[in-house]
């Protein structure tokens, strides 16, 4: 599992398609326009180069726990998200400059790849997320990322 999120980043499709199907279906949870179900490897990883660009790789993720049940193919991962958009100020607060967020990943495995994905996001999660994919700039205008 930590091989499959660690291929993500890498951008290297070859590496990518090790751990995931490319029909894989995603869902992501909010209200927001990167929110709902994500059809194929293709806008999945669309999605994933969205938030890398709107960070400019100023995003960690870390797995807290983990819990995997080989004989039904399925892994669950508790995660902590911290990521802060390109422009925004170190120690930024602001939930449109700083997306800090507790969720769990639901993942369905079939012959060693990640056929579907669910995730969800603890606490007032949601809303946070929902902020910061529709960002206010500076200027008070809602921006597209």
Known sequence: MA???ASLVTGDREQIARYW???????????????????GLDEYLEKMGKLMAATKGRISSETLDVLVDAEAGVSIDVYRLDGHRAHAEEGATSPYDRLRVEGVHVLRWEDGLIVEGRSA?????????????????????RHEY
């Open 3 to 5: 091989a499959a999120y």
């Open 21 to 39: 199907s490319p029909d894989v279906r995603f869902q992501m949870p909010g209200n927001h326009q990167y929110a709902g179900w994500f059809e």
């Open 121 to 141: 996001l603890f606490a007032d999660g949601v809303t946070q997320a929902n902020l910061w994919w529709s960002p206010v700039g500076p200027d008070g205008a």
